[in-house]
């Protein structure tokens, strides 16, 4: 599983972020293709909406590519 760690002071990574960050989509015009597919959940739960927020603990689950676990 990969980690992926917060920036100081922050709380929070948007999920269209994450998903660019962790090379799952190569632009971000493709997030929402990505998201619309079914081929992603957070923490276990099917998720489409791109800025959703994501915050330490939580787990997202991407077809194709390694878990991410944010920190």
């Avoid at 998201?35 to 603990?57: C, F, I, Y």
Wanted: charged share 30%.
């Amino acid at each position: 599983m990969q980690t992926v760690d917060l920036r100081p002071g922050e709380e929070s990574i948007r999920l269209g972020q994450l998903l660019k960050l962790v090379d799952a989509v190569p632009t971000g015009a493709q997030v929402k293709d990505v998201l619309l597919s079914g081929a992603v959940t957070v923490n276990g739960e099917p998720e489409d909406r791109r800025g959703r927020q994501l915050r330490s603990g939580d787990v997202v689950a991407i077809e194709g590519h390694e878990d991410v676990r944010i920190r």
